[in-house]
């Protein structure tokens, strides 16, 4: 029997987009030009609203852990471009739409300015300034449930040295977090491959009753990052041996 058209790969067509090359455009700008057109998150952020694919990152983290609960106060660290405020004012019901829940509140903090988005407080702030910790805790009228990051320092193109960056950064946030975060709260930022190393894993483990390490299946499958998902904060010097 005479196969039919396109029922084998040979014979389908190939609907993946191919940007050609133009004057003055670099080759990694093209690959990442082409790889953006046929990224399916990509695609489906665009059609849901949402401003990048990170959306789908916390998306999936909170469908694992439920942080983001109506009445819950959040902080978005590094907030740009805003996916992150976007998914998480329905769910803590920030514009107050679910009239049997309570109303929860998030601040978005970033050294730069960003578009507003309904139902968030968005503040150019440098987290690491003095005082960054009291101001939004003055802002949020009171502690935070749940202090989150999506911060990344900028690549430096030599692997060692971009890691021992974004390491940095996680850090910081988990200091911040730690001043700020209610018994109880959570804390998810951006790692890199191995996870939280060192000071920093012992750090969480102290203060936190559950560290764990997941790697969403909206990240891309060549990119290093995991994310640090601390749960049931409970302060400075107390221990636990529940990591994963």
């Not at 030009?33 to 609203?49: C, I, M, W």
């Not at 005082?131 to 802002?139: I, K, L």
């Not at 996870?195 to 060549?222: C, I, M, Y």
């Not at 640090?228 to 636990?240: L, P």
Request: hydrophobic share 40%.
């Amino acid at each position: 029997m005479a196969q039919k058209r396109g029922t084998s790969g040979r014979g389908q067509r190939d609907l993946r987009v191919r940007v050609k090359s133009a004057k003055g455009r670099r080759l990694s700008s093209t690959l990442w030009l082409e790889r953006q057109l046929n990224d399916p998150y990509v695609q489906q952020a665009r059609k849901l609203g949402y401003r990048g694919r990170a959306a789908f990152k916390i998306l999936e983290l909170n469908e694992k852990f439920h942080f983001l609960i109506p009445g819950a106060r959040v902080v978005d660290l590094g907030c740009a471009p805003g996916g992150w405020l976007q998914v998480a004012v329905p769910r803590i019901n920030a514009l107050g739409e679910r009239k049997n829940k309570k109303i929860g509140r998030i601040l978005g903090i970033d050294l730069q300015e960003v578009e507003p988005v309904a139902g968030a407080e968005i503040h150019v702030l440098d987290f690491l300034a003095d005082g960054a910790d009291q101001q939004v805790r003055a802002w949020l009228g009171g502690p935070a449930d749940v202090v989150m990051s999506d911060m990344a320092a900028s690549a430096s193109g030599h692997k060692q040295t971009d890691h021992l960056r974004i390491m940095a950064l996680c850090e910081a946030a988990a200091d911040f977090a730690f001043d700020v975060l209610e018994p109880g709260g959570t804390f998810v930022a951006k790692v890199l491959a191995g996870g939280a190393e060192g000071d920093l894993q012992k750090l969480l483990k102290q203060n936190f009753t559950r560290v764990s390490h997941v790697k969403p299946g909206a990240s891309r499958a060549d990119s290093s990052e995991k994310f640090v998902v601390a749960t049931g904060f409970r302060g400075h010097g107390k221990n636990s041996e529940n990591v994963e």
